[in-house]
């Protein structure tokens, strides 16, 4: 029987991460703001076709905060 983990306990000592910063002077239009992370999950997925091909379609990339900078 297989030991299911969740998320954050797999990824709590992992170093693998992903910052983004978005330096915008005004505000961002919520479907502007989903395209963006739906294009990097796009390039990931792309990325694990090419050098993980065994991951590819089951690996899934999360957001864990989202926050206004200084």
Known sequence: MKTLIS????MKNADAYLEIRL???DPIEIGD???LFAGFGAEFERYLSENHPASAG???MY???VRKGR
């Open 7 to 10: 998320y954050s306990d797999f």
């Open 63 to 65: 957001v864990s905060e």
């Open 33 to 35: 703001f989903a395209a």
């Open 58 to 60: 089951t690996a899934k």
């Open 23 to 25: 330096d915008l002077s």
